[in-house]
């Protein structure tokens, strides 16, 4: 029968020693919080105005800034993609929504009356035999991390489907 032992030894002897230490007890004393408070600086929809900027179509393409105005008296911000759908009529979804293009871009600070950007972008239908959504009535807009839309009216038309960037500061979109 074979026997395994764990346990410490000092070395060389073959006998087992045990040894304990105490430490004094210490009197200092650490604060600790009872509860602390985080204030979100995440900019909402109820805190955001938004608007499309000006359309700069060419060779086939047209890109249109979605601007988000901090409407609010405190300054908040914005990080990533907003959703983007068009609406008909009735404010049923036409087609499929904006797919992200790019990277993620790093956090936008809105002072009050700031502005950030992301830029819409979908093909152009020169020719006229594109495949094109109806025209929309409003661009469903979900600000980054937001549950909430914002609807703007726009006669928008997509053609080959709709893609969407990061926010940026400003109004470009770019």
């Known amino acids: 029968m074979i ?3 764990a346990g410490c030894s000092s070395g060389g002897s073959g006998s087992a020693s045990s040894s304990t230490s105490t430490s004094p007890a210490s009197s200092s004393t650490t604060k600790v919080p009872v ?4 204030v979100s600086t995440h900019c909402t929809s109820s805190q955001l105005k938004v608007s ?9 393409q047209v890109y249109v800034p979605i601007e988000f105005v901090n409407a609010s008296t405190k300054s908040c911000e914005m990080r990533g993609f907003p959703g983007v759908s068009l609406l008909d009529q009735n404010n049923k979804q036409i087609g499929q929504p904006a797919t992200r293009e790019g990277a993620e871009g790093s956090t936008v600070t809105l ?5 950030a950007s992301a830029l819409l972008h979908s093909a152009n239908d020169i020719g006229g035999n594109g495949n094109c959504t109806p025209k929309a009535s409003a661009v469903r807009v979900y600000p980054p991390d937001n549950t ?14 709709m893609s969407i ?10």
Do not use: K, M, Y
């Open 3 to 5: 026997a395994f032992a």
């Open 35 to 38: 509860s602390t408070t985080v």
């Open 52 to 60: 499309l900027g000006q359309a700069d179509a060419g060779a086939g």
């Open 111 to 115: 002072a009050p009356n700031g502005t």
């Open 148 to 161: 909430e839309a914002i609807n703007v009216p726009s006669e928008f038309v997509a053609c080959g489907g």
């Open 165 to 174: 960037s990061t926010v940026v500061s400003g109004i470009s979109g770019r």
